[in-house]
């Protein structure tokens, strides 16, 4: 058994966790040759944020797509948003995104629609350069929702919508609807047949596919079983030639793998996730592109879009009633908050210890805690330095007597936490009293 030797100074994996960015993925030998090397994200919240529950006005949608537009800036993480046309606000809406779009805006409005030659019809004069086309794949749709039901209907409904949308001058992009649950014997010939329709047309309007994981069924292991595989599909479709940047992955997270499978579709060759900031959406919701952008910014494939911007999100969402859940990954009022003592003495001594990436800098949020019975002294340390800068050391008389009171109320039966506000102005005191512990990074 070989000991552990001592080293002169600590290891922390610069490379991997770098102080001005976020956790970097690095690669033991070579780059896995089907990863785009270029990725990005599209949005959905005008549409799915909306089937969830978003109750998005034309003057709440539109704030909402200038917001998009600050967050990504000039870095392309974000290319395009989709709206609704099927209501007058939408379309007003619509009609917002595209003079913003064509005065530099730098996502790109898009549309979607049911694959019928009369919906295609409504998107035809609108401005837009591409519109979605819903294609259910799966039996579950193709045999229960049409009559006559089964596959080749549903087929050649589909092609119809996607001739009158190239007819229109407009890129076709088909929705693969709970693909996850559809048999190879439809998405395969029916992806056929859209290409070989498409190639009458200009090659500008070639047809995009999004892979739709809609019940979130999917999983991101190379060697499940078609068709929950999602790197299985994602390869089938790039050999059935659609490069990495017209294939686009959207799942939902009604199994919690929301992330898992974005990163498995990106690794199998898909350039493009597709979900909603903050990931509002149906049911548990879409895939949250933030924390998409974060990965995939760890893999060299994408550039820094501006992530403090996101903070004025969550606070709409919030005037909205649809603000994100306390906990919820790196937004959640409560996502880089401790109430353990011995991870607020860690934060003491060295705030890396208990935080993923430089929060503070890369996400605006600050590194907090909240005084619990479990806190210990160093919480009130770390509360105190947190809010003055100050650091007040572990024998200061009137900081133990502080603590010690905190103590006795917990004793006494109290349930809820101890915030800065309620005793921000004991500790202000204190810290007139002195001394202070010099500053340590």
Same mark, same amino acid.
């Given at each position: 058994?070989?000991?552990?030797?001592?080293?002169?100074?600590?290891?922390?994996?610069?490379?991997?966790?770098?102080?001005?960015?976020? #956790?970097?993925?690095?690669?033991?030998?070579? *780059?896995?040759?089907?990863?785009?090397?270029?990725?990005?994200?599209?949005?959905?919240?005008?549409?799915?944020?909306?089937?969830?529950?978003?109750?998005?006005?034309?003057?709440?949608?539109?704030?909402?797509?200038?917001?998009? $537009?600050? +967050?990504?800036?000039?870095? $392309?993480?974000?290319?395009?948003?989709?709206?609704?046309?099927?209501?007058?606000?939408?379309?007003?809406?619509?009609?917002?995104?595209?003079?913003?779009?064509?005065?530099?805006?730098?996502?790109?409005?898009?549309?979607?629609?049911?694959? %019928?030659?009369?919906?295609?019809?409504?998107?035809?004069?609108?401005?837009? *350069?591409?519109?979605? &086309?819903?294609?259910?794949?799966?039996?579950?749709?193709? +045999? =229960?929702?049409?009559?006559?039901?089964?596959?080749?209907?549903?087929?050649?409904?589909? !092609?119809?919508?996607?001739?009158?949308?190239?007819?229109?001058?407009?890129?076709?992009?088909?929705?693969?609807?709970?693909?996850?649950?559809?048999?190879?014997?439809?998405?395969?010939? +029916?992806?056929?047949?859209?290409?070989?329709?498409?190639?009458?047309?200009?090659?500008?309007?070639?047809?995009?596919?999004?892979?739709?994981? %809609?019940?979130?069924?999917?999983?991101?292991?190379?060697?499940?079983?078609?068709?929950?595989?999602? #790197?299985?599909?994602?390869?089938?479709?790039?050999?059935?030639?659609?490069?990495?940047?017209?294939?686009?992955?959207?799942? =939902?997270?009604?199994?919690?793998?929301?992330?898992?499978?974005? &990163?498995?579709?990106?690794?199998?060759?898909?350039?493009?996730?597709?979900? %909603?900031?903050?990931?509002?959406?149906?049911?548990?919701?879409?895939?949250?592109?933030?924390?998409?952008?974060? =990965?995939?910014?760890?893999?060299?494939?994408?550039?820094?879009?501006?992530? #403090?911007?996101?903070?004025?999100?969550?606070?709409?969402?919030?005037?909205?009633?649809?603000?994100?859940?306390?906990?919820?990954?790196?937004?959640?009022?409560?996502?880089?908050?401790?109430?353990?003592?011995?991870?607020?003495?860690?934060?003491?001594?060295?705030?890396?210890?208990?935080?993923?990436?430089?929060?503070?800098?890369?996400?605006?949020?600050?590194?907090?805690?909240?005084?619990?019975?479990?806190?210990?002294?160093?919480?009130?340390? +770390?509360?105190?330095?947190?809010?003055?800068?100050?650091?007040?050391?572990?024998?200061?008389?009137?900081?133990?007597?502080? =603590?010690?009171? !905190?103590?006795?109320?917990?004793?006494?039966?109290?349930?809820?936490?101890?915030?800065?506000?309620?005793?921000?102005?004991?500790?202000?005191? !204190?810290?007139?009293?002195?001394?202070?512990?010099?500053?340590?990074?």
């Amino acid at each position: 058994m070989t000991p552990v030797r001592d080293v002169p100074q600590a290891d922390l994996f610069p490379s991997t966790f770098p102080a001005d960015t976020f #956790p970097q993925i690095l690669w033991e030998g070579h *780059r896995p040759g089907e990863l785009p090397p270029q990725t990005w994200t599209t949005d959905t919240t005008h549409r799915d944020g909306q089937q969830g529950g978003l109750p998005l006005t034309t003057e709440v949608g539109l704030q909402l797509y200038d917001l998009m $537009g600050r +967050f990504t800036g000039q870095s $392309g993480a974000l290319r395009q948003a989709e709206f609704f046309v099927y209501r007058p606000q939408d379309r007003t809406m619509l009609a917002g995104a595209l003079e913003r779009w064509r005065s530099g805006h730098p996502v790109e409005p898009t549309t979607w629609i049911r694959a %019928t030659r009369q919906d295609a019809a409504l998107v035809a004069g609108l401005g837009v *350069r591409e519109s979605g &086309l819903l294609a259910s794949a799966s039996d579950y749709h193709t +045999f =229960h929702k049409f009559s006559p039901g089964g596959r080749a209907q549903a087929a050649r409904t589909y !092609l119809d919508a996607v001739r009158a949308v190239l007819d229109a001058g407009l890129r076709p992009r088909l929705h693969l609807e709970d693909a996850t649950r559809a048999p190879r014997d439809f998405i395969l010939p +029916f992806v056929a047949e859209v290409q070989a329709v498409a190639t009458a047309y200009p090659a500008v309007q070639a047809p995009k596919f999004r892979i739709c994981d %809609t019940m979130g069924v999917g999983l991101p292991l190379e060697g499940a079983a078609w068709p929950r595989s999602v #790197p299985r599909l994602v390869r089938e479709l790039r050999a059935a030639g659609i490069c990495a940047e017209r294939l686009e992955f959207h799942p =939902h997270n009604d199994l919690h793998l929301v992330v898992a499978n974005s &990163l498995a579709a990106v690794l199998a060759g898909c350039a493009v996730i597709n979900g %909603t900031l903050l990931g509002k959406g149906e049911r548990t919701g879409n895939a949250p592109l933030e924390g998409i952008l974060l =990965h995939l910014i760890g893999l060299g494939t994408t550039a820094m879009p501006d992530f #403090p911007m996101l903070n004025e999100l969550s606070d709409l969402y919030e005037t909205l009633g649809q603000g994100v859940a306390a906990k919820y990954p790196l937004y959640g009022r409560d996502a880089h908050r401790t109430r353990a003592g011995i991870h607020a003495d860690g934060l003491n001594k060295f705030w890396p210890m208990y935080a993923p990436f430089n929060v503070p800098k890369l996400l605006g949020r600050p590194l907090e805690l909240s005084l619990t019975r479990d806190s210990g002294l160093a919480g009130l340390i +770390f509360l105190i330095k947190a809010h003055t800068g100050q650091e007040l050391p572990k024998d200061h008389p009137g900081l133990r007597a502080l =603590h010690v009171q !905190l103590d006795a109320s917990f004793e006494a039966g109290r349930q809820t936490a101890v915030e800065w506000e309620e005793i921000a102005e004991r500790a202000q005191n !204190l810290l007139q009293e002195g001394p202070v512990v010099a500053s340590r990074t």
